[in-house]
C-alpha cells in the first residue's frame, strides 16, 4: 500500500494553540539569534533547543559553538561532543 499525505495532513495534529504558542516564541528568538549573526538554519535549531529547554545543544561545528557561547538569555547550553561528554556523567 502507498499513502500520499500532503502538508496539510502531516501538520494537522500539530497545530494545537500551545504548538503555535511555541512556533512564535521559537521565531521571534530565531530571529534575534540571526540578527546576531547566526545563519538561518543554526538559529532555528538553537531557537527550537531554547524553548524547549533543552540541557545541552550538540554540535561540531566550531564556529556555531564559539558564536553561540557569547549570546546571552538561552535556555540551553553549545557543547561539541568532547564537552558534552565530560559535562553528563555517564
Not at 28 to 34: E, I, R, V
Request: glycine share 2%; net charge negative; hydrophobic share 45%.
Amino acid at each position: 500500500m502507498r499513502v500520499y499525505l500532503d502538508c496539510c495532513s502531516l501538520q494537522r495534529p500539530f497545530m494545537a494553540k500551545e504548538f503555535i504558542k511555541l512556533t512564535r516564541e521559537v521565531e521571534a528568538l530565531a530571529k534575534n539569534l540571526m540578527e546576531s549573526g547566526l545563519k538561518t538554519l543554526d538559529a532555528l535549531h538553537l531557537a527550537s533547543a531554547s524553548v524547549a529547554k533543552v540541557d545541552y545543544f550538540c554540535t561540531c561545528d566550531d564556529k556555531f559553538i564559539k558564536k553561540a557561547k557569547t549570546l546571552d538569555g538561552l535556555n540551553t547550553t553549545v557543547v561539541s561532543p568532547t564537552e558534552l561528554v565530560m559535562e553528563v556523567d555517564i
